[in-house]
């Protein structure tokens, strides 16, 4: 008996009832196809055995709650406040289903009704979804949105400064689709100008994606380029980082069609790249377009004010092969936290951390930049994330930083060879000016 | 009536403890020199932390999860989800870990997605896992890629129809539109499996394979299996298991020993990890050995006993996911298995297919069941009869169950059966709790001839009743402020 | 009520002959099975579709519906009412519930098509 709570005595009161002689004859059909040989796994373990089985393994892994982490590159070392974990932890909503029956749903309903509202409230567009897998999910999905036969439409246009594996994961979502996928800034680059969009822009282009800020912390004149792009009928997605939203002007202010983003962020543990938060926000002419779910407002035959999953004709569940997306789920649990997290912010409380970010990346690029021999590459306004080149190699400064306790950052050797001392360090509100100042030290140090 | 955290927000309330800001000298100034500052802040919610946490301990009880009692949804295996599974992946040597980090420092996780995958490898007979598809959709949209790949490296690019059952969930066809492919659509027989004549009527050279799932919809078991394998494969055509269905296998039929090619897996379903009100999920993709080249990369192996995250697959289908899927589901996945060996999980498949079997007999005397013979995991129940002769709809025997304390069945599917009912028995309910809902079910059975207006404005004990659906659509409110 | 000239397809659609013009509809079979109809996708004007190809869908709450043109034809008119008020066809099948006006391009199509009667007949046998 392990999960199982029926008993020998059951099983066998129950084969009667069935009117079958054993176990086997139920499996009857599956034998007749051919014996499949024995499952081949590690013999069970009890439960203590298992725990600390586990505690080990995590062991041999190095991680943030020991070490002062400048890791970004789309996943941050943000506080977590403990509500955020004691309200998912309620096993009333981590254990229930997708809220297909809204008279014991809810709650769930609720929560993503909220979660909406919010991710409007962030990116200043009329609808968003219930969330999709992850920031790179939600940047192809939007980029598919947009594509339309009718317009004839066929391409998009990317920065060279996606992070890198968001390139891949939209080449491959948009290739199968005969999407083409242009580029615009140079491989080397830092920042990609408002001129390098515009200069592309074509009526084949059936959308720009802009990040908010970029994969070294950017930020650009975006509605230069939106104004151009509306000019020539192309849709704008925006890629957004959420506690940026916080801060700078929403992408609905800025004229943007479309608002994704990474929410892990708000409230959700870094947890080696997953389970994360894809957000989608767009303005009301998308609302069919929207893949996932979406919950409504409306009534019961009561008058009782409730929720729903509404526009549910969108989904494969009921178009089938005429869906937009196959995308079934939603992140629920995680849109939970996001929820949480930002009710527990507040519009005050998530500026400030948007402020604290920003302020104390500026403090730490200006404290490197007074290093010999670093420079700073960014050259406009960043955010929570910047880039620097060093006169070594970015592994060797990573590596001797480790021996003190700091994650120094994210070698950008690992993505691209000619940028192997540069190094991209990303700062939250978690980083005490006295870590800020460790870091410049410890840096100093190697130089 | 207050239902949203926004109906208690209040200026000057609020819940959040930051730090002091030591760099007042530092200003926002630049950001507004280059016109990019937020003027008005997001309407989020001002609350206190107390009213915070009532607010949403309110709305957990609102909810109904697996530990509220039996879920007896068809094709979601809503199984009991371990506490220590919890327990392991909130350990912060795996949810402190950055994505990013040096491989020497994430041995750990590294020989757990290693090992998981082996494990389920030994599970289904395939020679490799790809652990990366975050949910069984994106498992699907990676086998058909895989398949696609195949296909193009033979030869064989004309190739782009797969073959569904009629029976199929509607994420099989999403997903073959979304690799840029055509679907057809294959008959059932009368007793709800595939039709074999019809199945090869459709075959033809452009047929790239069928996806199929086994035990289908109705919860039986495809045995011609074999015949649908080589007839198939006849065509050059490879077979995809969905392995929606995979509870009812575990120690008795290994797909791929069976001629599946490619399958994805959900392990929300079958490993025990929780359905989080809708998500996370996650969709392994596993593969035969002529396949493993084109899985989603990166991907772990390991050399001389150092486990490494490898991405030098030039024959790759590509990268799904920002990171590397839901690294903190497949830790509780992986904590299952260590827990439950091979004798647990086969003990889980046997019990479900017991309990199953069990309700359907206890049923048969009551209802019209489709599902005939042995079933596996689940059965599918018509109320085509009571519909005609009562007036009564799946939807209402549905929500009437939940005056029972039970939440419903799948409803309305699989689409070939009208007026269907499916029922999943997965294998950590008591027997107890299934005499309750047979039970419940028979009065609801008794009360639909003698007193129709009990289910016809079911549910009665819920916090609200029937929704005005309509209304939701035609009077759109997505967002509580607009 | 449905008069005379009204021929119906084996999908539900209905067609009113005036001339070379036809309207375009669904049946109040199909309204009835359908439910509340809550969104209409009609195709763009001008466009040209062979005899029961698939030139729009009507969806429920719940359901899509495809809507197959029962005579082949180019669009020349969509009722722009049912974009803010699907209700119509609810209200009125055979009449302001209308989907296209279409310029038929082979009279003999019709038919192909049943007599009110015939459908009336083609119902009691689903």
Avoid at chain 1, 175 to 197: H, N, Y
Avoid at chain 2, 418 to 430: H, V
Wanted: charged letters at 20%; aromatic letters at 10%.
């Amino acid at each position: 008996m392990f999960y199982s709570p029926i008993t020998q005595a059951q099983r066998e009161h129950l084969l009667k009832e069935i009117g079958v002689p054993d176990i086997d004859a139920l499996f009857a059909d599956m034998r007749a196809v051919g014996k499949a040989s024995p499952l081949d796994l590690p013999e069970p373990l009890s439960e203590l055995e298992l725990k600390q089985f586990a505690v080990r393994l995590a062991g041999q892994n190095k991680h943030t709650g020991a070490y002062i982490s400048f890791m970004g590159g789309g996943s941050y070392d943000h506080f977590i406040p403990s509500v955020v974990g004691h309200v998912i932890s309620r096993s009333e909503f981590y254990t229930s289903y997708t809220p297909y029956q809204p008279e014991m749903s809810q709650g769930t309903l609720r929560s993503i009704f909220e979660f909406q509202t919010m991710i409007c409230e962030l990116t200043g567009l009329g609808v968003s979804n219930a969330s999709v897998y992850d920031g790179a999910s939600a940047l192809a999905e939007a980029c598919v949105m947009t594509i339309n036969d009718a317009t004839k439409r066929t391409k998009v246009l990317l920065p060279s400064t996606l992070p890198p594996s968001y390139r891949e994961v939209l080449d491959t979502y948009l290739l199968p689709k005969s999407v083409t996928i242009q580029t615009a800034g140079s491989q080397d680059a830092v920042c990609v100008s408002e001129e390098e969009f515009i200069s592309q822009f074509s009526v084949d282009f059936a959308a720009v994606v802009l990040s908010y800020p970029d994969f070294f912390g950017n930020m650009i004149s975006y509605d230069r380029v939106i104004s151009a792009a509306k000019e020539n009928g192309i849709a704008v997605i925006m890629l957004c980082d959420p506690i940026a939203l916080a801060l700078f002007k929403s992408p609905g202010e800025l004229g943007a069609d479309i608002a994704v983003g990474e929410g892990q962020p708000l409230g959700i543990p870094t947890a080696f790249g997953g389970p994360y938060l894809g957000f989608m926000a767009a303005s009301e002419k998308y609302l069919r377009l929207l893949p996932g779910r979406i919950v409504g407002q409306t009534y019961d035959k009561n008058g009782t004010l409730g929720y729903v999953l509404t526009f549910q004709t969108r989904e494969q569940h009921i178009k089938r092969e005429k869906s937009l997306s196959n995308i079934c789920t939603n992140q629920g649990l995680l849109a939970l936290a996001a929820t949480v997290y930002m009710a527990y912010m507040g519009p005050h409380g998530l500026r400030r951390v948007a402020e604290l970010c920003y302020k104390k990346t500026n403090y730490l690029k200006t404290r490197l930049a007074s290093l010999p021999g670093v420079t700073v590459l960014n050259t406009g306004v960043t955010f929570r994330e910047f880039v620097i080149s060093l006169p070594c190699d970015a592994a060797k400064v990573g590596k001797a930083l480790k021996a003190q306790q700091i994650f120094a950052g994210i070698d950008m050797g690992r993505f691209d060879k000619s940028r192997k001392n540069q190094l991209l360090i990303a700062v939250t509100e978690k980083r005490s000016t006295a870590e800020l100042d460790q870091l410049a030290e410890a840096i100093k140090g190697c130089l | 009536m207050k239902t949203v955290i926004f109906d208690y927000s209040e200026q000057g309330k609020s819940a959040y403890r930051l730090p002091a800001d030591p760099h007042t000298d530092i200003l926002i100034s630049d950001i507004e020199e280059a016109g990019l500052l937020r003027a008005e802040k997001p309407r989020l919610a001002e609350v206190s932390e107390v009213e915070l946490i009532r607010h949403y301990t309110k709305l957990s009880t609102l909810n109904y999860g697996v530990d509220s009692g039996y879920y007896p949804l068809g094709s979601c295996t809503m199984k009991y989800n371990p506490k220590i599974n919890q327990d392991v992946a909130a350990l912060e040597g795996f949810s402190a870990v950055h994505p990013l980090q040096d491989e020497e420092d994430i041995q750990g996780i590294l020989q757990l997605l290693y090992e998981l995958e082996q494990y389920l490898c030994g599970v289904f007979g395939f020679a490799a896992f790809g652990l990366q598809p975050a949910a069984g959709a994106q498992g699907e949209y990676a086998g058909l890629l895989i398949m696609k790949a195949y296909h193009a490296d033979q030869g064989n690019a004309h190739k782009n129809i797969i073959l569904i059952p009629d029976s199929a969930h509607g994420t099989n066809p999403a997903s073959v539109i979304a690799v840029g492919w055509k679907i057809r659509t294959v008959a059932s027989t009368a007793d709800g499996r595939v039709d074999l004549a019809d199945l090869k009527s459709k075959l033809s050279d452009d047929v790239a394979g069928i996806m199929l799932t086994n035990p289908n919809t109705l919860g039986l078991f495809e045995n011609e299996i074999a015949q649908i394998a080589e007839a198939v494969h006849g065509v050059g055509g490879l077979l995809y298991w969905d392995g929606a269905n995979a509870n009812a296998v575990m120690g008795y039929f290994k797909p791929a020993e069976a001629g599946f090619d490619i399958a994805h897996l959900n392990l929300h379903k079958t490993f025990s990890t929780p359905h989080g009100g809708g998500g996370p999920g996650a969709g392994p993709v596993g593969v035969v050995s002529k396949l493993v080249q084109y899985l989603p990369a990166p991907r772990v192996e390991v050399q001389e006993g150092v486990y490494k995250l490898m991405t030098n697959y030039p024959k790759s289908v590509g990268r799904l996911h920002s990171f590397y899927g839901n690294a903190g589901i497949l830790v509780r996945a992986y904590t299952y298995i260590r827990s439950l060996g091979a004798p647990g999980l086969k003990e889980a498949t046997e019990n479900s297919v017991l309990l199953a079997n069990y309700m359907k007999s206890k049923l048969a005397d009551h209802y019209q069941i489709v599902s005939q013979g042995v079933c596996k995991h689940e059965f599918v129940i018509s109320l085509k009869q009571e519909k005609k002769q009562y007036g009564i709809r799946a939807l209402d025997v549905a929500k009437r169950l939940m005056d029972y304390g039970f939440y419903p069945p799948t409803i309305y599917f699989p689409l070939i059966v009208s007026e269907a009912l499916m029922i999943e028995t997965p294998e950590t309910e008591p027997v107890e709790a299934i005499d309750a809902f047979v039970e419940a079910m028979i009065q609801i059975k008794h009360d639909m001839i003698h007193e129709p207006q009990l289910l016809l404005n079911a549910p009665h004990v819920t916090p609200v009743s029937r929704f005005d659906e309509v209304k939701a659509v035609r009077e759109p409110r997505l967002s509580y402020f607009r | 009520m449905v008069s005379s000239n009204y021929r119906f397809t084996e999908k539900h659609e209905w067609v009113k002959l005036e001339k070379d013009v036809a309207t375009v509809g669904i049946s109040a079979y199909a309204v009835d099975e359908l439910g509340e109809i809550v969104f209409v996708d009609l195709p763009e004007i001008g466009a040209e579709y062979e005899q029961m190809a698939e030139f729009g869908s009507v969806e429920s709450v719940k359901t899509v519906s495809s809507l197959y043109l029962p005579i082949s034809g180019v669009i020349l008119e969509i009722n722009k009412e049912l974009l803010t008020t699907p209700d119509l066809i609810n209200n009125s099948a055979y009449e302001e519930g209308w989907l296209v006006k279409v310029k038929i391009s082979d009279e003999k199509e019709v038919e192909d098509l049943m007599t009110y009667d015939e459908y009336q007949l083609h119902l009691e046998s689903l």
